[in-house]
């Protein structure tokens, strides 16, 4: 046998040799990592900070429905006039709860239905189906590899369901924003909640923290952001977000107002600390 003839033969015999080692491994053909656009691009992690000082909460808090414009009706009530209620009690549970879980139940089956497809089909082919021509064998692991990413795709949508039903389920619970006590409640079973009147009203039995800060430096912070308190009398910090912006058109500072959990901070009211806010983000350059 000449050289120039056995060399096709052999290549045939290398490729052939490789793909029933990997069919009689389970081993199979997948794509690499995809990188979103955008990721790789930091994030600087950005603070300020200043002296601010403890004071009560102020006034009472009127607690709305979720989507307070679809004047949802109370199914059950869980408060009573006077009672103290604790950050994320549940108030009270709107009509259509129970179909809102049976949804969620049926969204989750589909899930479990879907992800069991897909550990199906991430299996190893039978050995018996290295006896085929190499052209059909190569075909089978394509058809393969194509048929798992389609049914990890309908997955992924699955599991975007599901998040879309538990957000419904919990949209049907009231929870309380922060703690407090009952002084007024507005709607009882079978009424609907108005957007003007809202479901009850809680005395906050928070404290909240005052900074007067430049306007400039105020213009970095967001309601919601993340805060930490420090008084020289506490060992550890305390954690909150910010409430309020007070600006004043004309004025010089800024009020930044976070607010804090535990009517045990009532002993420290007026004394000063130290407060850092998590201010806007910037890209790293």
């Known amino acids: 046998m000449s050289t120039k003839s056995s060399i096709p033969s052999l290549v045939f015999l290398t490729v052939s040799a490789l793909c029933m080692t990997l069919l009689s491994c389970g081993g199979t053909v997948e794509a690499g990592p995809k990188i979103p656009v955008g990721e790789g691009i930091g994030v600087r992690p950005q603070h300020v900070e200043f002296e601010a000082t403890v004071v009560a909460a102020t006034g009472t808090r009127r607690i709305a429905a979720p989507d307070p414009s679809a004047r949802p009706r109370v199914a059950r009530l869980e408060i009573m006039l006077g009672q103290e209620v604790t950050l994320g009690d549940v108030?009270?549970?709107?009509?259509?709860?129970?179909?809102?879980?049976?949804?969620?139940?049926?969204?989750?089956?589909?899930?479990?239905?879907?992800?069991?497809?897909?550990?199906?089909?991430?299996?190893?082919?039978?050995?018996?189906?290295?006896?085929?021509?190499?052209?059909?064998?190569?075909?089978?692991?394509?058809?393969?590899?194509?048929?798992?990413d389609r049914l990890r795709t309908i997955a992924e949508e699955h599991r975007l369901e599901v998040r879309r039903k538990e957000l419904d389920v919990d949209r049907l619970r009231v929870r309380a924003p922060l703690s407090g006590r009952i002084v007024a409640i507005h709607a009882y079973p079978g009424e609907s909640v108005s957007p003007e009147s809202g479901l009850c009203e809680i005395t906050p039995s928070a404290r909240e923290v005052v900074a007067d800060v430049a306007p400039l430096v105020a213009q970095t912070i967001d309601i919601g952001a993340h805060a930490l308190f420090r008084l020289p009398r506490l060992e550890a910090p305390l954690e909150g977000r910010v409430i309020r912006i007070e600006d004043f058109r004309g004025a010089d500072t800024t009020k930044i107002v976070a607010i804090f959990e535990g009517s045990w901070l009532t002993s420290h009211l007026g004394e000063k600390g130290h407060l850092r806010i998590e201010s806007k983000p910037r890209p790293v350059k």
């Open 91 to 148: 108030l009270a549970v709107l009509d259509g709860l129970t179909e809102a879980q049976l949804d969620l139940e049926v969204a989750r089956s589909k899930l479990k239905r879907a992800e069991i497809e897909v550990e199906i089909a991430g299996r190893p082919f039978d050995k018996d189906s290295t006896d085929h021509p190499l052209a059909s064998v190569i075909g089978k692991v394509a058809a393969s590899v194509h048929e798992r």
